[in-house]
Nanobody, 126 residues
């Protein structure tokens, strides 16, 4: 069973940057598609960015395009989310998600993921 642990959240001023990391246990990370989701109070959990197992395919929500970058290091079983030009609307709990297989496809629906981290809080002050 894969376990995911996020880190890197915190409090930042608008315009600032944060880098989230998600470390995965297990020996199948290189074949797992990965994603970052976020959930603000009273709202649904939405996809932020996703990446295929190979890293060749990525997806970004319109709200974060040009500001966030998803990447992965399969040798270190880690996926990253670099967040720049942060806005107060980015405030949410950010979750890392993984799924078996997905070599060349970036999955965007929460229901398509079988593994979830515990979440990390990101708060952007104005």
């Amino acid at each position: 069973q894969v376990q995911l642990v996020e880190s890197g959240g915190g409090l930042v001023q608008a315009g600032g940057s944060l880098r989230l990391s998600c470390s995965a246990s297990g020996r199948t990370f290189s074949t797992n598609a990965m994603g970052w989701f976020r959930q603000a109070p009273g709202k649904e959990r939405d996809v932020v960015a996703a990446i295929s197992a190979s890293g060749r395919s990525t997806y970004y929500a319109d709200s974060v395009k040009g500001r966030f970058t998803i990447s992965r290091d399969n040798a270190k079983n880690t996926v990253f989310l670099q967040m720049n030009s942060l806005k107060p609307d980015d405030t949410a709990v950010y979750y890392c998600a993984g799924r078996n297989w997905g070599i060349n496809y970036a999955y965007t629906r929460a229901s398509e993921y079988g593994y979830w981290g515990q979440g990390t809080q990101v708060t952007v002050s104005s």
